[in-house]
């Protein structure tokens, strides 16, 4: 294991801060994931799904459900919440995509803010929490322990990170080489006009709901897992923080995704162990991704958008 | 009042024929004046009185909504952390001075404005989207900030906290001296809520409302006739900021002693929901959407002992419904309908498959909402009635 | 447009098969049935035996007194357990006799910590429904929003609290003692054991009050003491433990004080980062029952949970009447800790209730109340009291309890909370002047 030495570099005991550095970028693995299949869906289609959390959240408390109420096996439970992510997801698409096709990037955003709340709604009447009891998502991956400079982090907290980046990976490749990819491209530029090319544009934007909805089901299981108890509303509003990993990417770079989700665990993790900022390491999100906004509108685009009527 | 003003209008040449509509809608305004102050607390007991009170506050702060979003088309979705600064500052003004409350509602509003003009300054160049999302992100790096001062409680320094147990909760917002009991605060904060409805009435009768009209028609446009943009985008964070300060004001004195839990995160979603759904373009979809989000609750679970629960479900489907076939949300589209229905009933207009799903997607909304209130031991059934009433609305489309 | 057709129907059929499939999974509490049965909690009370109000045994058949409760109910934390229980034990009474053959009609509102709502409903009870009086209320917020209003309208609630308010002002009286007195019991049972600090983590919004007394206890004890905030909902569980951890050192103490949505979350990030044998563990109540035990053997006699009432599987006659209520009247409600507290809830309204002699009324039942003194509980390790006090902690002797193969255990019997807050130390002068508890 590591010395007992501590050496300063720029007056930081890196010793007292190793565990802190393994234990963000493990966070932020489940940042980039969620990131990337927001991206991912954006890219596709135009819609910022901010029902991302909720979806996973209902996923994750379906897998619950089948794992302690009824005796199927475990891996059909894992299943039906990736499943059932991709089901939603796929459903809200085709049924409410054609509609918000011509219509402002925002109005689309808030289409999918309606499906937040009517899940929450959904989810805070079938599953109410009770008073000693609570709900704990332990995939089986959670029980294999790695020491990893001083710090221990667990299969599924490696997984989520290799799933991030191998997510990246792919989809990039998939974008650039694949007939497929290069319909949502062509869509994300201009619609009408890919239509016009012959392109089936609504089975194409389903089959990136269905993607976007497959990656929403396996984050929501792996949070569910890595938060320990299923609290839904936590779960839905953690979308927030995994846009600012989609903002970090300009909501166009897969890889700058990867590496904001990256940098917001790391950093809301560094700032642990530091009292007088520590209370404020939650809001880390939320500053990393307005800074990078600001960043983005600092040259003046006047746009010539149809008015949101 | 309103005749002089009529006059006056009528004898512009570009406004002919107007004096009707206007003291029509004066007298209508004034008639329901007159039923919120004197007929409600008259006839209602102290807990409806109360849950009117939170209606007036949240118009209010809906109709910066209004402002914002349906007249310059810039969208915030972090007003209710406006509102919980608001409520801050007026509460830790109210500890460490004794400004009357008439100059607490002012100073409150302006400390407010200022702030939020400085959190718009710099989100200013972003449009749409992102300015949604930057005024989300902002809400939850507010949200953080106040999870950790929390509301002041009496003590000193610049947060006002006191944690001597003995100390806490000894000092509330004061009400003004004659309006403690609640029916006389409940008059005194609608007034206040209407002067500021009327603030922003003025405001779209006069320069900055043909300068916000021009630039949600077209920017660029704008830019070309001379309109200082940047101005007047900041003027409307500024007005909106302000009224929620005011707000924010009238709700700390309303409860006394504020804390974080009065502003959950959900409560921004349900705003723009509720905005959203009574209609954004106009100041009658403020006061709608401030009944739909203190009203309804109070109704669901106090009066009829529904599960409030349900009113997430029924507000993700009408914002859903609103979005898709009713963008000027119920105070527009809703007479629209039932005009629409009439004629269809009186066999003037063929159905057209447009007309039927919308009438039939606002039917699944009402009589869904309906079905949820009465069945209660089977609410499935109403939950799925009003999810039809979005995949109407979708079908109703293209 | 065929094929639109289509789609909308296919969509419409998937719509509702989704629907159907969401509803289908029932993991909340549904309906009751009521539990066939004997008479629960009739017959003679005795030294060995607690009874359901009068006992009678046969059903109250009067006009009902009305008592209301409002409860928190956000997702996350159902504070309506309690609510439950009181309105199980209440049921119960009614099928005793009721009070001198009035039956209590028990009116619940739940809310959803939004001030405006809480007062809208305390005026709701007490000027439209005309409740005589309020029994059971437990929220995070609640006490604070309408201490004053209570106080004015005369009205005595007594209920379970977690703020200041609730221990701070004379309207309010708990059966429990909450975290700021529960943490520094936890603080107690470790330094006994010889932890080498205090390193005590609550949520945020409490934090400040809530682990005062541990820092304090620490310093009288010449050992490091620090109180660590915790913003909630919890995202980085394992960085949060290994702060903590940093903080304590080895052989040093952690305590939690956070309810069962939060502390699973920090005990698995211990269980992870191998540190549940490198320190002493300390916790409120909150956690002190089966599921949590079962569910973290890790644990096992290396947590100290301070526990606020006697342990879930106490024999006594009000551990045993509160079972068998419960089992009858409210089966889908586990047993835990928010179950006795509502059961004494219930039980000291009753008993005030019982005594008033001539109509029972706001007034009549609220003085009742004020007077109540000396009412023995086995729930509680003392005697339970109101008195005319500025400020009410009645409870304030606990047990430390621990995790033993799925069982919860006591470790440490009946004890004192140290007098380290001044809040503490007056109130046993007020008990020993006014006889508030005496055995």
Known sequence: MSSVVAFSVFGVDWEFLKPYIVLGLALGGVYALSGVGIVVLYKATGVLNLAFGAVGAAGALIAYWMVNHTSWPHWLAYTT???????????????????????????????????????????????????????????????????????????????????????TIVTTLFLRYTALGTAYRAIANDREITATLGVPV???????????GLVCGAAGLLLADLYTSLDYTALTFLVISSLAAALIGRLESLWLTLFGGLLVGFVQSILTPYGSVTAYRAATPFVLSIIVLLWMGRRRVVVFAPSTR | MGAAHAQERAGRPRLPSINRPIIARVLVIAGLLVVALFVFPATLGGD?????????????????????????????????????????????????????????????????????????LPALRLSGLYLALITLMAAGAVNVVLAQIQFPNGGGGFTGRTDQPSAIGLKAVPRPKWALGDNAYYRYVVVVCALMFLLVLLHFASKPGRGWAAIRESEPAALAAG?????????????????????????????????????????????????????????????????????????????????????????????????????????????????NLGRLIARKVPLTRQAAFGIASILALIVGIVLIITLKSAPIVGIIVVVLSPVFASLSQD | ???????????????????????????????????AGGIVGSGKASATKSVCGMGTGHKATGSPIKIGTINMLIPGVDFTTIAKIVNAYFECVNDNGGIHNHPIKYIQYTEQLNPAQESTLAHKLIESDKVVGIVGNTSFAECGTNWKYYEQKHFTVIGAGVQA??????????????????????????????AKSLIVASPSTLSKY????????????????????????????????????????????????????????LMQAAIAQGIVNKVKWGSSTPIANEFMAKQFPQFDNKIFINQEFSNLTKKGPDSNL????????????????????????????????????????AKSYNNSVRTLKNIHTDILCKPWYVGNLPYHIPNNYDVTVTYDKGKVVVKDKCFAIAPVDKSIAQTRKWEKKYKLNTH
């Open chain 3, 165 to 194: 308010e609730c221990y701070s002002k004379p309207s309010i009286v708990e059966s429990n003692m909450g975290p700021r007195y529960s943490d520094l019991g936890a603080a107690q049972a470790l330094v006994k054991r010889g």
């Open chain 1, 81 to 167: 919440c990736v499943a059932f992510g991709g089901a939603v997801n796929l459903l809200y698409g085709v049924v409410f995509g054609p509609a918000f096709a011509k219509r402002d990037p925002l109005v689309k955003m808030i289409g999918t803010l309606a499906l937040a709340l009517i899940l929450l709604g959904i989810m805070a009447w079938r599953a109410p929490a009770g008073g000693a009891f609570v709900r704990v998502l332990t995939l089986p991956s959670s029980t294999h322990y790695y020491t990893v400079f001083g710090a221990r982090v667990n299969l599924t907290q490696i997984l989520a990170l290799a799933f991030a980046i191998a997510l």
């Open chain 3, 322 to 361: 509160w079972r068998a209520v419960n089992h009858k009247y409210a089966p889908k409600v586990a047993l835990q800790a928010f179950g006795q507290m509502g059961y004494m809830d219930a039980k000291f309204a009753t008993i005030a209730l019982l005594r008033i002699k001539g109509p029972i009324t």
């Open chain 2, 227 to 339: 309109i200082n943009i940047t101005l007047y985008k900041l003027w409307a964070f500024a007005l909106a900021s302000f009224i929620t300060g005011v707000a924010g004001c009238l709700l700390a004195a309303q409860i006394g002693q504020p804390n974080t839990y009065s502003f959950p995160t959900s409560d921004s979603l349900s705003l723009i929901a509720t905005a959203l759904i009574g209609g954004i373009f106009t100041l009658w979809g403020a006061i709608v959407a401030g009944v739909f989000m203190q009203l309804l609750p109070f109704l669901f679970q106090a009066q009829w002992g529904v599960n409030p629960n349900f009113l997430l479900i029924v507000f993700g489907c009408g914002l859903l419904q609103v979005l898709l076939s009713a963008p000027g949300g119920l105070t527009n589209q809703f007479p629209k309908d039932m005009a």
């Open chain 1, 202 to 212: 609504r089975r194409v934007e389903a089959s990136a709901w269905l993607g976007s």
């Open chain 2, 48 to 120: 409806w009185i109360n849950t009117f009170t939170s209606v007036a506050i949240y118009s209010t702060v809906a109709a910066g909504l209004v402002v914002l979003y349906g007249r310059v088309g810039m969208i915030s979705l972090g007003q209710i952390a406006i509102l919980a600064i608001g409520t801050w500052v007026a509460t830790r003004l109210t500890f460490a001075t004794n400004l009357p409350f008439p100059v607490l509602l002012l100073v409150t509003g302006a400390i407010t404005c200022a702030i939020g003009v400085l959190i718009g």
């Open chain 3, 210 to 265: 809530a682990d005062a007394n541990v820092v304090t206890y620490a310093k009288e004890h010449h050992i490091k003491g620090e109180a660590v905030p915790v913003v909630l909902p919890v995202t980085d569980a394992n960085s949060i433990i290994t702060h903590l951890y940093q903080l304590a050192g080895n052989g040093g103490g952690i305590i939690l004080d956070f309810t069962p949505d939060t502390a699973p979350a």
């Open chain 3, 1 to 35: 447009m065929k094929s639109r057709k289509l789609t909308a129907g296919v969509t419409l059929a998937v719509v509702g098969i989704a629907a159907l499939v969401l509803a289908a999974w029932a993991t909340g509490g549904g309906s009751r049935t009521q539990a």
